[in-house]
């Protein structure tokens, strides 16, 4: 396949074929296994787009289909939990093998995104993020990913609380600080309303003068997933 060899092509998109038609048929996958289809489709839309079309890959009908299903399977963990992430941080602690489940959602919703922000993507319609944000809430910092074992990730939190603070991309492409009260545990999305205490005009005031900050802190942790929030700033 690495070589482009004509019977590998075939070979390679039959058995992508029959991958997404199985997972479309299996409504019986745990978490853990809806994450690990929704990572392999989004591998294989990639490499659908770095080939183009040809008489092989004539399956991206199938791709989308496949990813919404498992999307909308992978979505129902969302709403396991309806309190907001500070609470829910406040009375439980969390496992490192939760953590790595929700940073992998999380990137993994960059990825597919930024897809959407290059082509039109139709299960991006699924989506139900604030109109205010273009990608959120961001990658989480190196360290914190790149951790060794549950010991080494509960050190990095320790020895750097700031690296558990959400960012998410703006649709002005600045970077801002997310409120921890508009995302519960699982990463859904809470009704939010802005303080009647503070005028429109003063947030927007206080938001420009924190946002270079901001691009500081959230770009000195960052690893290779950086490149694709900065594609997506230089295009908003």
Known sequence: MANGIQGSRRLFWRNVKQECERMC????????????????????????????????NNVDHLLEKAVILIA???????????????SCRNTSESSWQDWVY??????????????NKLIFFEPAAMCNMPAEFVIAPLPAKRQLWEAKDAQDWKSQSQTEPQGQISYALAVDGEIIKLDQGR????????????????????????????????WVEWCSGMDGMGGLIMLVASLA
């Open 72 to 86: 909308i399977q992978l979505s129902h963990d969302d709403f396991d939990c309806h309190a907001n992430y500070v």
């Open 183 to 214: 995302l519960s545990c699982r990463d859904a999305w809470l009704p939010f309303a802005p303080s009647d205490k503070e005028p429109a005009s003063q947030i927007h005031n206080n938001r420009s003068s924190h946002c270079s900050n901001w």
């Open 102 to 115: 929700k940073e992998s959602r999380r990137r993994l919703a960059v990825i597919y995104r930024v897809l």
């Open 25 to 56: 048929q299996n409504q019986t996958l745990g978490k853990w296994e809806l994450l690990g289809a929704m990572q392999a489709l989004s591998v294989y839309v990639l490499i659908r787009l770095d080939e183009g079309e040809t008489e092989h």
